[in-house]
């Protein structure tokens, strides 16, 4: 596999690491797994460096080519599909695996310096050690009480061979202190899964309502590639996105009457009626499709709301699209490829801090952040490649809370 890559071209580190940060540093990492896999190697998992630019180009395809390789990256990562990236050439690739190749080298405790983004101490490995010391601790706690018992018996053997009298020991039902411990113990299991409980509550991830409608935005924004800014316009101006109106439905179904794309899906593996789910549009907006207008007065559609921060919390969608050059992809997931759209993401605050500490701020030719001299002067200077949204207050909590 790796000789396959053996006459790969030589890219440019230089270009593609500014090709990184503004396409990839949302969802990937060199040294560490964040939305997607880590980067490090990603040439040498792949037997055909033409399928790895087809990967980038439109995973879609690969996928549909029946690649195990790829189809098995796909199921790792819950089935969620990687951004395409039409408008990246092969040389623009070349310069980032050129950029990763190079990135490889680092040690990750190098990396908020070089250019690569790190989660911090607290994430994954950190939860996963707290499950190990736990466990630890119960098989401690057990071998504790087996070597109390043994010792209780040696002693009463002791005692019996020296011809001292000892008194019958307490059942361990019956053990005061033994019942203190377990009583103890529940306590704290119990303190652990009511805390986990409680940090959880109101938090929605994977929440998928049955709409009113069946709108896929898979048909929509995937294979008839319409603009999410055609229907959400708010997300560049405004907090909101913006449900669209009926009127946007219409500009395009006016003349789209009947559904002739492929067949569509709930999420139960039910069949659906495009034709009669675009009929349930007409009636609420009170359109005759045959005689092409408006015959009777309108009814607005009760979309149910999925994602929904609580309000004490911030959130200006326009900030993050324009000023951060967010793709809908970040918070939203694989959007293009959802039939019926769930929460990708948790939104806790955890999770929104983490992308603050790790994801790098678009500092070239974004007018938003020319007020920070500071950072600009030392980008300059060679003191810093890169600005995190960390370093410009993005885990303040005024910024989020007030």
């Known amino acids: ?201 109101g938090r929605q991830k994977d929440y998928m309502p049955q709409q009113p409608i069946f709108y896929s935005h898979k048909v929509h924004a995937g294979i008839n590639q319409i603009n999410c800014l055609y229907c959400h316009a708010g997300a560049e101006k405004s907090k909101h996105a913006m449900i669209p109106s009926e009127n946007i439905c219409m500009n395009c179904h006016k003349v789209i009457s009947d559904y002739s794309g492929p067949q569509l899906f709930t999420a139960e593996g039910k069949k659906v009626n495009g034709s009669a789910e675009i009929q349930k549009l007409y009636d609420h907006v009170g359109w005759d499709k045959t005689a092409k207008e408006y015959t009777k007065p309108g009814t607005p559609i009760e979309w149910t709301r999925i994602h929904n921060l609580p309000d004490h919390v911030y959130f200006n969608h326009s900030q993050h699209v324009v000023a951060g050059k967010q793709q809908c992809q970040t918070c939203h997931g694989a959007i293009t490829e959802m039939d019926e759209v769930h929460q990708f993401a948790d939104l806790s605050m955890g999770w929104c801090i983490n992308c603050h500490r790790t994801t790098k701020v678009q500092f070239a030719d974004n007018k938003y952040y020319s007020i920070f001299e500071k950072f600009h002067e030392q980008v300059k200077e060679g003191k810093i490649d890169s600005v995190t949204v960390e370093m410009v207050g993005g885990t303040e909590c005024q910024k989020c809370h007030y």
């Open 1 to 201: 596999m790796i000789a396959s890559f053996s006459a790969r071209a030589a890219g440019d580190p230089t270009k593609g690491k500014a090709l990184f940060q503004q396409n990839c540093a949302s969802c990937h990492n060199v040294h560490k797994q964040l939305t997607g896999p880590a980067l490090q190697g990603v040439e040498e998992r792949w037997s055909d460096k033409k399928l790895l630019h087809q990967w980038i180009h439109n995973s879609a395809s690969v996928l549909a080519s029946g690649d195990a390789y790829a189809n098995t990256l796909f199921n790792q990562f819950n089935k969620t599909s990687m951004t395409p990236f039409p408008n990246l050439t092969d040389g623009d690739i070349d310069d980032i695996l050129s950029w990763i190749a190079q990135e490889s080298k680092n040690t990750p405790t190098d990396a908020k310096t070089t250019g690569t983004t790190t989660t911090t101490s607290g994430g994954e490995e950190e939860g996963g050690n707290g499950l190990l010391f736990g466990i630890i601790t119960l098989i401690l706690a057990v071998v504790a009480l087996i070597l109390m018992q043994i010792n209780s018996n040696l002693n009463k053997l002791a005692s019996e061979k020296e011809g001292v009298a000892t008194p019958e020991p307490v059942p361990f039902y019956k053990n005061k202190a033994y019942i203190a411990l377990v009583i103890v113990l529940l306590f704290i299991v119990g303190g652990y899964f009511t805390i986990n409980g409680a940090i959880g509550l």
